[in-house]
């Protein structure tokens, strides 16, 4: 299985400023995916990024909010911009890991996860 | 995504006792995956279901996959403290859509 950091860990950061977060995997992947889980709620897409092409926001999420880097196979960032302490939350990257299974399937391996406080 | 719909929301159990989420969609899943969150910890996959009426067992824990493909379970025989978490389902045809969760809470 993949191996995946991410950076920070946990921030805690005042409203109107941005947070990067890198998410770092030791294996080179196609896709990885950014996620947000709120307290208690379930995860929640943000966006697809692929390397050497814009990256693909789920409704609700806009690139102006959540810029996205891909510049290599095992590596991403997302940033937070223009903070609110509604964007406080648990921000996940994960990766697509192809598990031959019956026909072929996928799953996903997520990061630790960079917990966010927005004051 | 394909939305899915996980119940219950939590449940809490003594030790011992068996435990069962259910994860329902209203359309055909190519497949499905199950997750554990700790808490405090990220989610971990657990399995995969692909076939029609796949059944799959892990120590205590046996993942169905319904025979239209539009619902699965997970039961836990004899709940163990360290189950305790939240569990999802996620469709795997896209990555938009996972369940809501079940909370599952263990009384030693």
């Known amino acids: 299985s993949a191996v995946i950091s991410q950076k920070p860990s946990r921030d805690i950061c005042q409203r109107g400023t941005s947070l990067t977060i890198q998410c770092q995997v030791d294996?080179?992947?196609?896709?990885m995916f950014w996620y947000r889980q709120q307290p208690g709620q379930s995860l929640t897409l943000i966006a697809t990024a692929n390397q050497g092409s814009e990256a693909t926001y789920e409704s609700g999420f806009v690139i102006d909010k959540f810029p996205i880097s891909r510049p290599n196979l095992t590596f991403s960032t997302l940033t937070v911009s223009n903070m609110s302490p509604e964007d406080s939350s648990i921000y996940l990257c994960s990766v697509e890991d192809w598990v031959r299974v019956g026909r072929g399937a996928d799953t996903q391996y997520f990061g630790p996860g960079t917990r966010l406080t927005v004051l | 995504g394909q939305q899915v719909m996980q119940i219950p929301q939590y449940q809490h159990v003594q030790e011992g006792e068996d435990f069962t989420t259910y994860c329902n969609s209203s359309t055909t899943l190519s497949n499905i995956q199950w997750y554990k969150q700790r808490p405090g910890g990220h989610p971990v996959f657990l399995i995969q279901l692909v076939k029609s009426g796949e059944v799959k067992k892990q120590k205590r824990l046996t993942f169905q996959f319904g025979e239209a493909k539009k619902n699965s379970s997970l039961h836990i025989t004899a709940t163990q403290t360290t189950d305790v978490g939240t569990y999802f389902c996620?469709?795997?045809?896209?990555?938009?859509?996972f369940g809501d969760g079940t909370t599952l809470t263990v009384k030693p």
């Open positions: 294996s080179q992947v196609t896709m």
């Open positions: 996620a469709p795997g045809a896209g990555k938009s859509t």
